[in-house]
Each structure stands twice: as C-alpha cells, then as structure tokens.
Nanobody, 114 residues
Framework: QVQLVESGGGLVQAGGSLRLSCTASGSIADIKSIHWYRQAPGRSREWVALTPNRGNSQYLNAVRGRFTISRDTANNKVFLQMDSLRPEDTGTYYC????????WGPGTQVVVST
C-alpha cells in the first residue's frame, strides 16, 4: 500500500503563501482521488480539496480561488499551493486517499498569524 507524508508547513503572516507537499511511497497513478484535509485546534477535520486522476479538481468554498491542488504523477507527489492565507487557515493539513482502507499522512502544521 502507498503511504503518504506531508511537508511544507510553517508559520506565515496573513496574506502570505505556503506550498504543501504530499509525497507518496509508491505510484499514485492509479489512485482515483487524493485529498487534502485540515484540522484546526479544537475542531473536527475538514475536507479542503481533491485532485482526481481524471477530471477537475474540487475545492472547499472557503479556499476556492486561493488554494490550488496539483498532482505530479511522475514523481508521486501532490501539492497544495496556498495563497492569500488567513488566520482561519491555521491547522494541521493532511493528505488522504482510500482504496477501501483509509490512508492518512501524519500531517504538517500551518500557522497563519495576524
């Protein structure tokens, strides 16, 4: 099974940008959808975006136009480019897929300061 590891989190001021990476341990070519989720402190995990292996990416309304998800199949990576960051984007970001079994990465923390 393919395992996922996120990276690229950090501390950024409001209005800034970060690029998160999700690196897979094997091929992602056959994974139908790879998702980004986030979890703010004290809140439940929230879906953010998905990249399908065919078709259009989809986004949470709150991030549409600010975040861009992309898939680099050749290098088994998925990215989340986050621009115009807001304090409410603070949280731990996870990549995820399912093949009947849920596969989560350990997460990467994003803190957006005012």
């Amino acid at each position: 099974q393919v395992q996922l590891v996120e990276s690229g989190g950090g501390l950024v001021q409001a209005g800034g940008s970060l690029r998160l990476s999700c690196t897979a341990s094997g091929s992602i070519a056959d994974i139908k959808s790879i998702h980004w989720y986030r979890q703010a402190p004290g809140r439940s995990r929230e879906w953010v975006a998905l990249t399908p292996n065919r078709g259009n990416s989809q986004y949470l309304n709150a991030v549409r136009g600010r975040f861009t998800i992309s898939r680099d199949t050749a290098n088994n990576k998925v990215f989340l480019q986050m621009d115009s960051l807001r304090p409410e984007d603070t949280g731990t970001y996870y990549c995820y897929y399912t093949d009947g079994v849920d596969h989560w990465g350990p997460g990467t923390q994003v803190v957006v300061s005012t």
